[in-house]
């Protein structure tokens, strides 16, 4: 058995639609579940529909003509979708009669999206002769905690998810799954966060033991470096579950963050690839080091974020000086990201400015603070870094030849990444540069 993920630009239209059904009916020997996201930017204009509404504005029928003009180039019959349309109408107007908007009644919006492709997808499939059936993920077993917004399947998941597609799906059947969205047990609908289709594709693999997760978007799998700021960018063949996490979390848009967690535990290969070019191999992602790895394997960066830098003379010879700094920011739900410290100082990161702030407040206690924004942090990811002699001076000649200046710098024993703070204003400056030397010599 495989899982098949297709994104929103995979299915925002009846010519990428007919694209995937070719890709899953060229895998069909390999039992596929196929898992969907909502077309592109459907899960949006319901959000959209839904801040509007709660602030008194009438504003469904955008997003329903949106649907509709993909339905009906699809040729699906107009009751198919009409008792979701119906369930929209009344929501909004719910939640325009409250003026308020849940994290309860946001993700009920949101998960319509879900809903109405895997709905309109399997009634096409079926009638271009792939049999397929579509399923709201609950009905195969994905119930979740009450975390709206970012819920997780409830311990039994991995039995409930093989027994649900086991009994409900017949065989010969390919079951199309919506992505992105659960249900509590009270029968109230959660999501698995923005971009969440890729984790219920790769918890649904952990859960049936799949021998493989597929991630299918627009790019020829995890490239090197993000295209539109460096057009030499290229695929990246084969990356550890570390890497690609690493990469992930630092900007690249192609997997979400947290997709790796369940293969890396369950060791199942997750392969990122390009629907609008199935013959490319696109990128592997597996637990196994690769001794022939390039040394750097793709550079990734995240803006926006804060650097708070506290100096103290009390952290000098002091036992637990650190521990009550990170209380501090633990308290004020500060997700650091990156930590640089010296006898007398200590600088981190995170993107979430406001918490930084909120605990700047106390942790003046300590010490002199200072919060510095716009910075970028610039990670370069390989899984040999540690051992290759000479690549840190490298990337800082790299940046100093860009005319960039190093704020902030960290590399751990062992490191799968070299990382450096920057100022927002000098990412564009600095990638090229390091991806022309690093990559393309
Ligand atoms: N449709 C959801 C979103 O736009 C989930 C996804 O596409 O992965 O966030
Ligand atoms: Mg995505």
Request: one cysteine or more.
């Amino acid at each position: 058995m495989i899982v098949m993920k297709f994104g929103g630009s995979s299915v925002a239209n009846r010519a990428q639609i007919e694209k995937v059904m070719a890709i899953v009916a060229s895998h069909r020997e390999r039992s596929p579940v196929v898992v969907l996201s909502a077309h592109k930017g459907i899960t949006d204009a319901l959000i959209d529909a839904a801040r509007a509404a709660a602030g008194g504005a009438d504003s469904g029928e955008r997003v329903i003509a949106r649907q509709t003009e993909i339905a009906t180039s699809l040729d699906c019959s107009p009751e198919l979708l009409s008792p979701l349309f119906a369930e929209i109408r009344d929501l909004l107007r719910g939640i325009r009669l409250v003026k308020e908007l849940s994290a309860r009644s946001l993700d009920y919006i949101s998960s319509f999206g879900e809903r109405m492709s895997v709905r309109c997808i399997a009634d096409f499939f079926a009638r271009e002769g792939l049999p397929a059936l579509g399923f709201d993920a609950w009905d195969l077993g994905f119930i979740t905690d009450s975390n709206f917004g970012r819920a997780r399947p409830t311990a039994g998941f991995d039995a409930r998810m093989r027994e649900g597609l086991k009994s409900k799906v017949p065989s010969g059947m390919v079951p199309v799954v919506t992505g992105f969205v659960g249900m509590n047990e009270a029968g109230e609908i959660t999501t698995v966060g923005r971009n969440g289709s890729d984790l219920t594709a790769s918890l649904i693999g952990a859960a049936v033991r799949a021998d493989e997760v597929q991630i299918w978007s627009d790019t020829d799998g995890v490239m090197s470096a993000d295209p539109s700021v460096v057009p030499a960018a290229r695929s990246i063949p084969t990356m550890r579950f570390d890497e690609a996490a690493e990469l992930a979390y630092f900007g690249s848009r192609v997997l979400h963050p947290s997709t790796l967690l369940p293969a890396m535990t369950s060791d199942i290969p997750v392969r990122v690839m390009n629907t609008n070019r199935p013959s490319h191999p696109g990128t592997v992602i597996t637990g196994t080091t690769d001794p022939n790895a390039p040394e750097v394997t793709s550079i990734a960066y995240k803006e926006r974020q804060a650097v708070l830098h506290l100096t103290s003379t009390r952290m000098f010879e002091q036992v637990g000086f650190m521990a009550e700094v990170f209380a501090t920011l633990a308290r004020h739900h500060v997700d650091v990201d990156m930590i640089s410290t010296s006898e007398v100082s200590v600088s981190v990161s995170s993107y979430n400015v406001r918490a930084l702030e909120a605990a700047m407040a106390e942790l003046s206690a300590l010490g002199e603070c200072e919060l510095h924004r716009g910075k970028t942090i610039l990670s370069i990811v390989g899984q040999h870094l540690a051992r290759t002699r000479g690549i840190g001076g490298r990337i800082l000649q790299c940046i100093a030849d860009a005319g960039v200046n190093v704020e902030m710098m960290t590399f751990g024993i062992g490191s799968i990444n070299f990382t450096v703070v920057i100022d927002d204003a000098d990412i564009a400056k600095v990638v090229p540069v390091l991806h022309g030397r690093l990559f393309e010599v």
